[in-house]
């Protein structure tokens, strides 16, 4: 009896372990861009997985890295911030706009990032560079949502598209 057991542990895991190499990891983040013309301001949410920012935080450095919650909160947020700054960027009338970053904060099982640009007036175009994670996951697809007071559009991103170029509509 003891034999059929293990046996039957045996022959389940033969016939199961082909059926992992056929799932794949989906890796996504969303960031949200919204003109507020009152307060003629642009402002940036990102969401991103907290393990996939965790596991390029450990690729990059010699430390570990945790994430929410965090046990270093000065070394996270310059890393938050550096990587953010340096993989979406934002262009008005093709001149590059200065993001300030105004935190982070954890919710369920994502990390948030808060950015915005201040005193800005419309533009005729704008684009956008959104490389977030695309370098360390081939997999990797960001949507971008442009809203503003007329237009709400949402835009997917991926390693064959990390520039988008668009007409802003008033």
Same mark, same amino acid.
């Given at each position: 009896?003891?034999?059929?057991?293990?046996? $039957?542990?045996?022959?389940?895991? $033969?016939? *199961?372990?082909? *059926?992992?190499?056929? !799932?794949?990891?989906?890796?996504? @983040?969303?960031?949200?861009?919204?003109?507020?013309?009152?307060?003629?301001?642009?402002?940036?949410?990102?969401?991103? #997985?907290?393990?996939?920012?965790?596991?390029? #935080?450990?690729?990059?450095?010699?430390?570990?890295?945790?994430?929410?919650?965090?046990?270093?909160?000065?070394? $996270?947020?310059?890393?938050?911030?550096?990587?953010?700054?340096?993989? #979406?960027?934002?262009?008005?009338?093709?001149?590059?706009?200065?993001? @300030?970053?105004?935190?982070?904060?954890y919710q369920e099982d994502?990390?948030?990032?808060?950015?915005?640009?201040?005193?800005?007036?419309?533009?005729?175009?704008?684009?956008?560079?959104?490389?977030?994670?695309?370098?360390?996951?081939?997999?990797?697809?960001?949507?971008?949502?442009?809203?503003?007071?007329?237009?709400?559009?949402?835009?997917?991103?991926?390693?064959?598209? !990390?520039?988008?170029?668009?007409?802003?509509?008033?």
């Amino acid at each position: 009896m003891f034999k059929n057991k293990i046996s $039957i542990f045996f022959f389940l895991g $033969i016939a *199961l372990f082909p *059926l992992s190499s056929f !799932t794949h990891d989906y890796y996504v @983040s969303i960031t949200e861009v919204v003109y507020v013309a009152e307060k003629q301001q642009l402002q940036l949410t990102t969401r991103i #997985f907290t393990d996939d920012m965790e596991a390029y #935080f450990n690729s990059q450095t010699n430390e570990t890295i945790q994430l929410s919650p965090d046990r270093n909160s000065i070394l $996270i947020d310059s890393l938050v911030e550096k990587f953010f700054k340096n993989n #979406f960027k934002v262009f008005f009338d093709d001149n590059e706009l200065e993001i @300030s970053y105004l935190g982070r904060q954890y919710q369920e099982d994502q990390i948030l990032i808060f950015a915005e640009v201040a005193e800005l007036i419309p533009p005729i175009s704008y684009e956008i560079q959104n490389t977030i994670l695309i370098p360390f996951r081939t997999k990797q697809q960001n949507i971008v949502r442009v809203k503003n007071n007329i237009a709400n559009k949402s835009f997917l991103m991926d390693a064959s598209r !990390t520039i988008l170029n668009q007409l802003w509509i008033n």
